[in-house]
Structure formats: structure tokens, C-alpha cells
């Protein structure tokens, strides 16, 4: 019998003597932007949070309490921190959150359940402008834990308006053999057919940011991302260690009118990459 259920794992003093270092590295990058910390609980009302949750309400861990309510183990941030910033933060916007706390999730493929993650999240009126300092600060962050090898790829719903939806649905699972040409990652000319994403793409290399790719296969859910939403690889390690994006329409679930933009990175990929990273 196994100690542990699958995607679990202990952290022995020297594992978290590494990540307290790597967490204390990002916080001071992000606090340098006036984020401040929040905790969201680790069990939330399930018929309370689905509205938000799109895709993801279907790896949720779910159970009841003794009342018959169906509640559910934190499965992301961004749609507690959405509930949150609708109701009692409401008046406060502006707002500029962090976290490092886990989520966890049903993933049969990655074997993860719980996932430790660091992430940003802001809320209230944003514009092009606040979309690039959060994925600069992306950078600045990997930056200063030591990962130098990453790429952002970035992506927008405009790019697949005019997609069918056999191909749509090819791209979300990853059959790129279904779809008419195999989808390119590259610079501006895959941004062509959305304005918005040319734009950030634009102003994204003027300020230097070299690392920056549009990757027409990223696709995400788009009950969740509204506009630009990215992907950020380590390039040694050869995986998606972190994503985030543009995601008014997880507020609107909750009744509330206001901008939306985040990510995310999970802090086990980001120490295997950092162990992985080439010279």
C-alpha cells in the first residue's frame, strides 16, 4: 500500500529550506509592484464557485459536509480571488494580489493533485498598458530565482474567430493532425489576425523582451480567457511551467463588470527547471 494518494508528496526541511528561498525571491519582485498577499480557503461551496470555474469544474475534487453541501477542494486561485474581489473588495479596486498556496486538482495524466503555485493577480480597470507589466514582471521573477531559458508564448481568442468548430475542438485537445496545417509558433506575422495581440506583441519587443513568441497552438479555455493569455516554458526543461492571462468573464460569473489579468507558476516545475537549466 502506498504512503501517500497519487499526486501527493511529503517536503523534507532541505526541500522547503530551497522553495522558502525561491518564494522569498518572487515575493520581493512582486511586492517592488504593490502586490500584497492573500490567503483563500482551501475548501470553497461548490455551487457558490462553478459559475467561474469554466473547463476546470470538471478536475475538481469534490465531496460533501455533513449538511448535504457539496463543497470542493481549492482548485485554483483566480476564481476564489474573482469571488472575493466581487464582494468584500468590491470598493477597494484597484487591487493587486500574490499568493503561494496549493490548488488542488484531478489529473490523471501529470499525476499532480496538489500543486504549490505563486501567482499575481490584478483587478480593476486595466488596460494594454497593465497586460505588459504583468508579463515583464513574469520575467523579472524567473529572473530572479536564476531561470534564464524561458519563452512566453502568448495567444488570443481573436486568432480562432473564424476556426470551425471540429478544428477548435482539435486544437483544445492537442489532435494538431485534425487541423489544416500544423500550428507555427513565431513573431508578428502569426498576430496578424488579431490587433490586440500585434499590439502587446509590439510593445513587448520594443521594451526588449526578445523571449516573447505568438504560439498559434496554445489554446485555452475561452469561457475563462477573454483576451491575451500566455504560456510561459522552460526551454531545458521542455514544459509549461507556468500560464495566466486576460479573464473578465470569470468576474462577469460573479456579477461583477470589472478587468481581470493574472498567472500563475508552479513552483515544483519551477525548481525542476532550475535543476534542469543548461549553462
Known amino acids: 500500500?502506498?504512503?501517500?494518494?497519487?499526486?501527493?508528496?511529503?517536503?523534507?526541511?532541505?526541500?522547503?529550506?530551497k522553495r522558502d528561498h525561491l518564494i522569498d525571491c518572487m515575493t520581493t519582485v512582486v511586492k517592488q509592484h504593490q502586490y500584497q498577499r492573500i490567503i483563500t480557503p482551501v475548501l470553497e461551496n461548490f455551487n457558490f464557485l462553478e459559475k467561474g470555474l469554466g473547463a476546470l469544474a470538471n478536475d475538481c475534487i469534490r465531496f460533501y459536509d455533513g449538511a448535504g453541501?457539496?463543497?470542493?477542494?481549492?482548485?485554483?486561485?483566480?476564481?476564489?480571488?474573482?469571488?472575493?474581489?466581487?464582494?468584500r473588495l468590491l470598493d477597494a479596486m484597484p487591487i493587486k494580489l500574490y499568493y503561494h498556496d496549493p490548488v488542488f486538482r484531478k489529473d490523471p495524466l501529470l499525476g499532480e493533485?496538489?500543486?504549490?503555485?505563486?501567482?499575481?493577480?490584478?483587478?480593476?480597470?486595466?488596460?494594454?498598458?497593465?497586460?505588459?507589466?504583468?508579463?515583464?514582471?513574469?520575467?523579472?521573477?524567473?529572473?530572479?530565482?536564476?531561470?534564464?531559458?524561458?519563452?512566453?508564448?502568448?495567444?488570443?481568442?481573436?486568432?480562432y474567430a473564424n476556426m470551425t468548430t471540429h478544428h477548435r475542438e482539435a486544437l483544445r485537445k492537442g489532435e494538431v493532425h485534425l487541423l489544416p496545417e500544423i500550428p507555427r509558433k513565431g513573431g508578428a506575422d502569426l498576430a496578424?489576425?488579431?490587433?490586440?495581440?500585434?499590439?502587446?506583441?509590439?510593445?513587448?519587443?520594443?521594451?526588449?523582451m526578445t523571449n516573447v513568441f505568438v504560439n498559434v497552438g496554445l489554446f485555452k479555455d475561452d469561457s475563462t480567457y477573454n483576451g491575451v493569455f500566455f504560456d510561459v516554458v522552460s526551454r531545458s526543461f521542455g514544459k509549461v511551467i507556468g500560464?495566466?492571462?486576460?479573464?473578465?468573464?470569470?468576474?462577469?460569473?460573479f456579477n461583477c463588470t470589472s478587468n481581470a489579468f493574472g498567472f500563475s507558476l508552479r513552483l515544483h516545475y519551477l525548481e525542476q527547471a532550475l535543476c534542469r537549466q543548461t549553462p
Open 1 to 17: 500500500m502506498k504512503q501517500l494518494p497519487m499526486g501527493f508528496r511529503d517536503y523534507l526541511p532541505e526541500d522547503i529550506k
Open 69 to 87: 453541501t457539496p463543497l470542493v477542494l481549492r482548485p485554483d486561485h483566480t476564481t476564489s480571488i474573482a469571488r472575493i474581489a466581487s464582494t
Open 113 to 159: 493533485t496538489e500543486i504549490f503555485q505563486f501567482g499575481c493577480e490584478q483587478v480593476g480597470e486595466i488596460s494594454q498598458k497593465e497586460e505588459i507589466q504583468m508579463i515583464r514582471m513574469v520575467h523579472d521573477i524567473c529572473a530572479a530565482v536564476g531561470l534564464n531559458d524561458i519563452e512566453i508564448h502568448v495567444s488570443h481568442p481573436q486568432l
Open 192 to 208: 496578424e489576425k488579431s490587433p490586440d495581440l500585434l499590439a502587446l506583441l509590439t510593445q513587448l519587443v520594443d521594451v526588449g
Open 243 to 253: 500560464s495566466g492571462g486576460r479573464y473578465d468573464s470569470v468576474l462577469r460569473a
